[in-house]
């Protein structure tokens, strides 16, 4: 029992070190590398006109974000589903945006208003599928592709993230996790980034409380 015990003590460890690192590789990374992102609204106006490439590339930018958002309504094992519905019909919608500058906002709404929707309907999945669905589904592969962090997440991670409050967990997940850039977690949730900044730098201080804690009682436990 006692190796057990030492084992899930240096996977937090390791877990914060990771944490706590990752940030300082991401600037190292940025800096060595050119910026030659295209705007959010370059690629809604392309998508507009059906280029299923631009809107690939906005799937890929946030759709760990309307994820993370679904999860936070529905049940974890329908969220992959009420989020590729809201992209879906993000797509079909995007004529009507009125500022593509602020499409991940739009889709942010859109994302919470589907997730609802599915919560009051008692989780019924029918749904008559468009044939646009299909070609959207064939042509634009983020939609279907698995995100990495299911298959990289520790199990201890995840429970500490469980105990801190919402906004604080949300800003850690993407970040770290979905390594969702702060400009687009800001874009998204439609706030300053200094206010997501804020939730990364206090979230991390409250994470690392979270697993002292675990350390402390795992220790408890051992002695008695």
């Given at each position: 029992?006692?190796?057990?015990?030492?084992?899930?003590?240096?996977?937090?460890?390791?877990?914060?070190?990771?944490?706590?690192t990752r940030?300082?590789?991401?600037?190292?990374?940025?800096?060595?590398?050119?910026?030659?992102?295209?705007?959010?609204?370059?690629?809604?106006?392309?998508?507009?006109?059906?280029?299923f490439?631009?809107?690939?590339?906005?799937?890929?930018?946030?759709?760990?974000?309307?994820?993370?958002?679904?999860?936070?309504?529905?049940?974890?094992?329908?969220?992959?589903?009420?989020?590729?519905?809201?992209?879906?019909?993000?797509?079909?919608?995007?004529?009507?945006i009125?500022?593509?500058?602020?499409?991940?906002?739009?889709?942010?709404?859109?994302?919470?208003?589907?997730?609802?929707?599915?919560?009051?309907?008692?989780?019924?999945?029918?749904?008559?599928?468009?044939?646009?669905?299909?070609?959207?589904?064939?042509?634009?592969?983020?939609?279907?592709?698995?995100?990495?962090?299911?298959?990289?997440?520790?199990?201890?991670?995840?429970?500490?993230?469980?105990?801190?409050?919402?906004?604080?967990?949300?800003?850690?997940?993407?970040?770290?996790?979905?390594?969702?850039?702060?400009?687009?977690?800001?874009?998204?949730?439609?706030?300053?980034?200094?206010?997501?900044?804020?939730?990364?730098?206090?979230?991390?201080?409250?994470?690392?409380?979270?697993?002292?804690?675990?350390?402390?009682?795992?220790?408890?436990w051992?002695?008695?």
């Open positions: 029992m006692t190796p057990s015990k030492k084992s899930d003590g240096s996977t937090n460890l390791f877990t914060i070190k990771r944490l706590y940030n300082d590789r991401t600037k190292t990374r940025s800096m060595a590398q050119p910026k030659a992102e295209t705007p959010d609204e370059v690629l809604v106006v392309a998508a507009i006109l059906g280029d490439d631009a809107f690939d590339v906005l799937v890929r930018r946030y759709r760990a974000a309307v994820i993370r958002t679904a999860q936070s309504i529905v049940a974890a094992n329908d969220a992959e589903d009420v989020a590729q519905d809201a992209l879906l019909l993000a797509f079909k919608a995007l004529p009507s009125d500022d593509p500058a602020k499409f991940a906002a739009w889709l942010m709404i859109i994302t919470r208003h589907r997730a609802l929707r599915f919560v009051k309907q008692a989780g019924k999945r029918q749904r008559n599928q468009m044939p646009l669905d299909t070609v959207l589904l064939e042509q634009v592969g983020a939609l279907t592709e698995p995100l990495v962090h299911q298959q990289e997440t520790s199990d201890a991670l995840m429970q500490a993230l469980d105990t801190l409050p919402d906004d604080y967990a949300l800003a850690l997940r993407l970040h770290f996790l979905d390594e969702v850039p702060q400009k687009r977690i800001a874009a998204f949730l439609d706030v300053p980034l200094s206010t997501v900044k804020w939730r990364v730098f206090r979230g991390k201080q409250l994470l690392r409380e979270a697993f002292e804690r675990t350390e402390a009682l795992d220790t408890i051992t002695e008695t």
